[in-house]
C-alpha cells in the first residue's frame, strides 16, 4: 500500500527507512534565513514527558533573550492521547497564540496526517523515523530522526523509553535551529531544581541527539534563532504560580480547595511554597492550612467558616466547582463573609473541555447565587496581575466583608508567561471593620448590619473575642441590623439597600481598567484577562492596515464611570472574548445601555487561545458592514 | 444482648448516671455562681419559637447545664447548626457565644474552617436528623475522618419538621404518619455511621433523659476531636405517636441503658463506692475523666467490633439503646494533625506577609 500510494509520484518518494541526508536532499533549497520569528509544535501523546520536554525548550529559548510563549494543548485524559504544545518565538515580543506553525515535530503516528497538514508552507516536518508518510508535501523539509533507537541506545528501561525519546527531539531541534546546548542545561537545572542527576542523564541524550543531527542531517530550512536581549531581567512563570505566591504574599491563612482542571496547579504551588515562607519562626509552627476538602461545596463552606472566623481564606476552582459553589457565595453574600474565590476558567457548559481555556463563567462569577446577588470580580490579564490580585483580593474581600471572585483561565494559569518581575507589595494588609475586645467593651455592643459609615460596610467582631457584648449569630435568614432572625418588610428591604449601597463601594475600590485611549480613533476595543496579548498584537495588525483602535482591558467588575467614558468616546466597540454568549458584551450593554448600540461583539470560544489574527479579521469583517 | 435497665429518667442534678458514682458538686460557690464566677443565667439564649414540648429545648437546656456547670466561658464556645428545626436552637442557648447558623447540611465545612482558622475555641454543633442524614451526609462523614475537635449534636426525631412531617432518613422501615404514608426504607444508624467513618467518641441519648444528656455533654465538650451525640428528641407535633420509636412514650419504656458512667473534671478526686477493679477510666483531652461502671454483661465502649454488634443488633430488632457506644482518645484531631499552636486568624502582617527579600529570591529563580 505504502509503496503504491509513494511509487506514484518520485517527488514524494519516501522509503520505509528513509537516509536523513537523502531525504534532506529533496527538500526545497533554502531561502533568506528567518531568525526568531515562527513557532515550533511538538506533537506527542499526553503522558509520555514531553511536557519536559517542552519546557526545557521553552526555557532555553528565553535564556537566550528571545520573546517566547507556550501553549499546551492538552486531552482530558492521563495517557496515549495526542498532545501538542507549540512554542511561539517573537523578536518583536508578541506572546499570544499563532495560528500556524513553521516546525512540527512529531512523535505521535496518530496525528501524523493532521500534523503533516497543519504545518505552514515552507516549514519543517520533523519525525521520529519509524512514523511513514504516505504522502509528503513538496513545500516542506523533512528532518526523520530514529528516535527510538537512539531511546533504546540510552535507557535500558523500557518503561523509561518514552520519557528519553522526548529528550531526543531537544536535541535535534537545538541542533537544527541552534539553540544553545547550555541553555538547555541550564533549563534542565531548572526544571528538575537544581538535582544534577535527572540534568546529567537528559543532557547525555541531548547532546547525543544534537551530534546525530550535526552529523546527520543536512539543514535546508531558513529557521534560526539567534541571541537577543530581550529577555534580560524578565521572569517565566505560570499564573496559578503566579496567583498562589500572590496568596502567600497577601497572607493567606487557610485554603480549602477540590482536585479540578485546571486550578489544581494553584493548590499545588499553594503546598509548594506554603511551607518554605509561612512558619512561624516563634513556634516553628505553620501559620496556615491547606485542606483538600471533599467535594466543592465543603471547600467553599470552609473558606467561608474561616473568613467568618478571621483567617484570610480562599480556595481555587473552575467551571463546575462554580456551579456547586453558588450555595456558599450566596450565604457568604448575604451573611457577608470575607472570602476569594479563583475561578481558573475552562470550558463549559456541563464538564465541557475540561483542558481547554474559555472566559465563560464571567456572567456565572458575577452574579452567582439565587435571589438578588451580586459580587465583585477581579480579571487579571497577566501573570503579574495574577500575582498582584493574589494578595489584594484578600484586602478586598476583608474591607467589603464579601466573596471576591477571582477569573484566571486555564491559559494564563497552566502556561508558562513572561513577565517582569512581580513587585512586593508595599500598600500594608487592609484587614478591613473589626472590633477589638476593648473596642466592642466601650461601646457595650454592637450591631453587626448597621451601616455606621455610610460606605454599607457594618462592623464585625470575630469569634474569640471575650467580650460578653462581642458575639452575633451568623445566618443566612432575614436579619436586622443586630444580626437578629428578622422577617419584617422593612428590615429585609433596609438590609437589601445597604447591600447595595456596599456594592457602589465595591465599584470605587476595585482596580480600575487600563486604557490606551488613541487620538481620532473611531473604534475601540475592550477586553479582559488572556487574550491580553492577542489584542495588542491585533491593534498594530489593524494599524497596519489603516485602522486605529483606542484599547480598554476590564481588570474589575462592577465597571465604573471609566467605562462610561470610553463608550462615549468611541463610535464603534469590540468586545473581545472567549465564550459564545458574548457574556461581558452583554454586561458592558446592561451598564451603559443608551451605548448598547455601538458596543459589538467580537466573541470566539473554540477551547483554543484567541489569535491576533481571529481578531484582527473579525474586527475588519465587522468594519467593512458599519 | 444483655443491657443495663434504669428506669428512672428524671435526673437529680448530679453528674453520674449511676447513683453509686459520687461526684464533686459542681459550682459550690455561692449564689449559684460557678467556677469561673458566671450564674446560670449567663449561660441563656433567646426564648425558643419550637413548639411546646420540643425535645430540642430539653436539650438545649442540657447544654446550658453542662457548659455552666464545667464552667466553660461562654466565650470560647462557638455554636454551629445547619437548617432544620434543630438547627434552630443555637440561638436558644448561651447567646454570648458566636453562633453560625450555616446551610441544610454543610455545618460541618463551615464549622470546619471556622475551627480551623481557631483552634482555641470550642466548637458546639446541633445538627438534625435531616441536616446529618440525608443532605449532609457527606459532610458529616468527612468532618468525622479528619476528627476535627467539636461537639456534634445529632437532635434525632426522625421526620423533617419544618417543612411539615415527611420522612427522615432515620425514620424506622414500616412506620406510618399522618401526612407521610408508610415509610418503605430502613433507617441510617448515623452512630454506626460515625463508627465506621472512625469517629473516637460515639454515644446515643435519649431528651427525656435529661442526666445522660449532660453527663455526655461535658465527656463530649471534654474530647479531643468529633465527639458524635445522636440524641433521640421527639417532635411532638408530627411524630410522638406512642406506636413510634422517636417519640416519648417508647423512648421512656424502651430506653435500654448499655453503660453506666461518670463524668469527673480535671483536678477533681473522684469519689468511688465500690471496690477496685469495678470501674474503668477513660481520660480525656482536658485530663478529665470518664469513669465507667464495669457490670457484667455492660457495654465496653473501648471495644470497637461490640459498639458495632450491639448497634446492628439494635437496629435490627428495632431497639432503643443508649449510653456510651464507643470511645477511642489515641486519634489526634484536625488541629493536631496540621501541628497548629496559635490561631490562624491571630496572625497579622508580620507573621502573613513573607519579607521583601524572600520574594527576590524567587524572582531570580524564575529566569
Given at each position: ?10 517527488a ?23 531568525v ?11 503522558g509520555?514527558?514531553?511536557q519536559t520536554s517542552?519546557?526545557?525548550?521553552l526555557?532555553?529559548?528565553f ?8 501553549k499546551?494543548i492538552f ?29 512540527m ?20 516536518f ?21 528516535v ?22 531537544v ?26 542527576k ?6 547525555k541524550?541531548?547532546?547525543a541527539?544534537a ?10 530550512d531558513?529557521?534560526r534563532?539567534e ?36 486550578a ?34 465543603a ?6 467558616g ?10 481555587c476552582?473552575?467551571g ?12 457568604g ?6 472570602a ?44 503579574y ?19 471576591i ?11 508558562q508567561?513572561?513577565?517582569?518581575p ?44 471575650e ?23 422593612d428590615?429585609?428591604?433596609?438590609n ?9 463601594t465595591?465599584?470605587k475600590?476595585?482596580p ?11 473604534i ?54 472567549m ?6 458584551c452583554?454586561?458592558?450593554r446592561?451598564?451603559s445601555?443608551k ?25 475588519l469583517?465587522?468594519?467593512?458592514r458599519? | ?21 459520687k ?42 447545664t453542662?457548659?455552666y456547670e ?39 465545612s463551615?464549622?470546619?474552617g ?63 404518619l ?9 433507617p ?9 467513618a ?31 451525640l ?6 411532638v ?17 424502651h ?5 453506666d458512667?461518670?463524668?469527673v ?36 465502649p ?23 457506644l ?11 494533625t496540621?501541628?497548629l499552636?496559635?490561631?490562624?486568624a ?22
Amino acid at each position: 500500500m505504502l509503496r503504491e500510494l509513494t511509487a506514484s509520484t518520485n517527488a514524494n518518494l519516501v522509503s520505509e527507512k528513509p537516509h536523513p541526508t537523502l531525504e534532506s536532499n529533496l527538500a526545497p533549497s533554502p531561502r533568506e534565513p528567518i531568525v526568531n520569528d515562527f513557532a515550533i509544535t511538538a506533537a506527542t501523546k499526553n503522558g509520555s514527558g514531553s511536557q519536559t520536554s517542552n519546557a526545557i525548550l521553552l526555557r532555553a529559548l528565553f535564556k537566550m533573550g528571545i520573546p517566547v510563549s507556550g501553549k499546551n494543548i492538552f486531552p482530558s485524559n492521563i495517557q496515549g492521547r495526542p498532545t501538542w504544545y507549540t512554542i511561539r518565538l517573537s523578536k518583536d515580543g508578541y506572546l499570544a497564540r499563532r495560528e500556524t506553525t513553521e516546525i512540527m515535530i512529531v512523535l505521535n503516528p496518530d496525528t501524523v496526517l493532521e500534523d503533516h497538514q497543519n504545518t505552514a508552507p515552507g516549514g519543517v516536518f520533523m519525525y521520529a523515523d519509524d512514523i511513514k508518510l504516505p504522502v509528503r508535501r513538496s513545500d516542506l523539509h523533512y528532518y526523520a530522526i530514529p528516535v527510538k533507537e537512539m531511546a533504546r541506545q540510552h535507557e535500558a528501561d523500557p518503561k523509561l523509553r518514552t520519557y528519553v525519546a522526548n529528550m531526543v527531539y531537544v536535541g535535534a531541534i537545538a541542533q537544527l535551529l541552534g539553540i544553545d546546548l547550555d541553555e538547555i542545561q541550564a533549563a534542565l537545572m531548572f526544571h528538575f531544581k537544581g538535582k544534577t542527576k535527572p540534568v546529567e542523564s537528559n543532557m547525555k541524550v541531548v547532546r547525543a541527539a544534537a551530534a546525530w543531527a550535526a552529523e546527520n542531517l543536512i539543514k535546508t530550512d531558513p529557521y534560526r534563532v539567534e541571541r537577543m536581549d530581550k529577555t534580560k531581567g524578565q521572569i517565566m512563570i505560570d499564573g496559578n504560580t503566579a496567583a498562589a505566591l500572590g496568596a502567600i504574599y497577601g497572607g493567606v491563612g487557610f485554603v480549602a480547595w477540590y482536585p479540578i482542571t485546571p486550578a489544581t496547579s494553584l493548590a499545588d504551588a499553594l503546598n509548594e511554597y506554603l511551607p518554605k515562607l509561612r512558619i512561624d519562626p516563634e513556634t516553628q509552627a505553620p501559620t496556615y492550612a491547606v485542606v483538600q476538602a471533599e467535594d466543592e461545596l465543603a471547600a467553599l463552606g470552609m473558606v467561608i467558616g474561616a473568613g467568618w472566623a478571621g483567617a484570610r481564606a480562599m480556595t481555587c476552582t473552575s467551571g463546575p466547582g462554580i456551579s456547586l459553589m453558588a450555595e456558599f457565595t450566596g450565604l457568604g453574600y448575604f451573611a457577608e463573609i470575607p472570602a476569594v474565590i479563583w475561578d481558573v476558567q475552562r470550558m463549559g457548559p456541563a464538564t465541557g473541555l475540561p483542558t481547554r481555556v474559555s472566559q465563560g463563567d464571567v456572567i456565572a462569577a458575577y452574579w452567582l447565587g439565587h435571589g438578588d446577588t451580586k459580587h465583585p470580580v477581579l480579571l487579571p490579564g497577566s501573570v503579574y496581575e495574577c500575582f498582584e490580585f493574589g494578595w489584594r483580593a484578600f484586602d478586598l474581600a476583608e474591607r467589603l466583608q464579601t466573596p471576591i471572585f477571582v477569573l484566571s483561565d486555564l491559559d494564563l494559569g497552566m502556561n508558562q508567561w513572561m513577565s517582569k518581575p512581580f513587585d512586593y507589595p508595599e500598600e500594608p494588609m487592609d484587614r478591613g471593620k473589626v472590633l477589638t475586645e476593648e473596642q466592642v467593651n466601650a461601646t457595650r455592643g454592637f450591631a453587626r448590619y448597621k451601616d455606621v459609615d455610610g460606605d454599607g460596610i457594618g462592623w464585625r467582631t470575630l469569634p474569640g473575642n471575650e467580650s460578653p457584648f462581642a458575639a452575633y449569630f451568623t445566618r443566612g435568614s432575614g436579619h436586622n441590623e443586630r444580626a437578629m432572625l428578622s422577617e419584617r418588610a422593612d428590615d429585609w428591604e433596609n438590609n437589601m439597600d445597604r447591600l447595595a449601597r456596599k456594592f457602589e463601594t465595591a465599584r470605587k475600590l476595585m482596580p480600575p481598567p487600563v486604557i490606551d485611549m488613541v487620538e481620532g480613533a473611531e473604534i475601540g476595543i475592550i477586553g479582559f484577562g488572556s487574550t491580553d496579548p492577542a489584542i495588542q498584537e491585533a491593534r498594530a495588525m489593524l494599524e497596519a492596515k489603516g485602522i486605529r483602535a483606542s484599547y480598554l482591558r476590564l481588570r474589575a467588575l462592577p465597571m465604573n464611570d471609566d467605562m462610561t467614558m470610553f463608550l462615549a468616546a468611541h463610535k464603534r466597540i469590540y468586545v473581545v472574548e472567549m465564550n459564545s454568549d458574548a457574556q461581558l458584551c452583554q454586561l458592558i450593554r446592561l451598564h451603559s445601555p443608551k451605548d448598547a448600540e455601538k458596543v459589538r461583539p467580537a466573541n470566539h470560544s473554540d477551547g483554543l487561545p484567541l489569535t491576533a489574527h481571529w481578531i484582527t479579521e473579525e474586527i475588519l469583517y465587522q468594519e467593512t458592514r458599519h | 444482648m444483655t443491657t443495663v435497665k434504669n428506669g428512672s429518667i428524671a435526673g437529680n442534678g448530679t453528674q453520674a448516671t449511676s447513683p453509686s458514682i459520687k461526684m464533686p458538686t459542681p459550682g459550690a460557690g455561692a449564689a449559684g455562681v460557678n467556677i469561673i464566677g458566671l450564674v446560670k443565667a449567663d449561660y441563656k439564649g433567646l426564648e425558643s419559637t419550637l413548639c411546646n414540648g420540643c425535645g430540642h429545648d430539653s436539650i438545649s437546656s442540657q447544654i446550658i447545664t453542662a457548659c455552666y456547670e464545667l464552667g466553660v466561658k461562654p466565650e470560647r464556645i462557638v455554636k454551629f447548626s445547619g437548617i432544620g428545626c434543630s438547627s434552630k436552637s443555637p440561638a436558644y442557648f448561651m447567646s454570648r457565644s458566636f453562633g453560625f447558623n450555616a446551610l441544610h447540611g454543610r455545618m460541618p465545612s463551615v464549622a470546619q474552617g471556622a475551627l480551623m482558622a481557631n483552634h482555641t475555641l470550642q466548637g458546639l454543633g446541633v445538627s438534625g436528623d435531616g441536616d446529618t442524614g440525608s443532605i449532609g451526609l457527606g459532610q458529616f462523614m468527612h468532618l468525622i475522618r479528619r476528627n476535627l475537635r467539636m461537639v456534634y449534636i445529632i437532635e434525632n426525631n426522625g421526620v423533617y419538621g419544618l417543612t411539615k412531617g415527611q420522612f427522615s432518613a432515620t425514620a424506622d422501615i414500616g412506620q406510618e404518619l399522618k401526612y407521610a404514608g408508610r415509610n418503605e426504607f430502613p433507617p441510617i444508624d448515623l452512630c454506626r455511621a460515625a463508627i465506621v467513618a472512625d469517629c473516637g467518641f460515639v454515644a446515643r441519648s435519649f431528651a427525656g433523659d435529661p442526666k445522660q444528656v449532660v453527663t455526655l455533654l461535658k465527656a463530649a465538650l471534654s474530647y479531643r476531636g468529633t465527639a458524635v451525640l445522636d440524641i433521640i428528641s421527639p417532635c411532638v407535633t408530627f411524630n410522638n405517636r406512642d406506636d413510634s420509636t422517636k417519640s416519648y412514650s417508647w423512648g421512656k419504656a424502651h430506653d435500654e441503658r448499655i453503660n453506666d458512667f461518670g463524668f469527673v473534671m480535671s483536678q477533681e478526686e473522684i469519689q468511688i463506692d465500690y471496690a477496685e477493679g469495678e470501674t474503668k477510666e477513660v481520660e480525656l483531652f482536658d485530663g478529665s475523666k470518664i469513669v465507667l461502671k464495669k457490670l457484667d454483661g455492660s457495654h465496653d465502649p473501648t471495644d470497637k467490633q461490640a459498639a458495632l454488634r450491639l448497634l446492628t443488633e439494635a437496629h435490627d430488632k428495632q431497639l432503643f439503646i443508649t449510653g456510651l457506644l464507643y470511645i477511642n482518645t489515641e486519634r489526634p484531631n484536625l488541629a493536631e494533625t496540621y501541628r497548629l499552636v496559635k490561631p490562624i486568624a491571630s496572625y497579622q502582617q508580620d507573621k502573613l506577609r513573607p519579607s521583601r527579600e524572600s520574594l527576590q529570591k524567587i524572582m531570580s529563580a524564575m529566569y
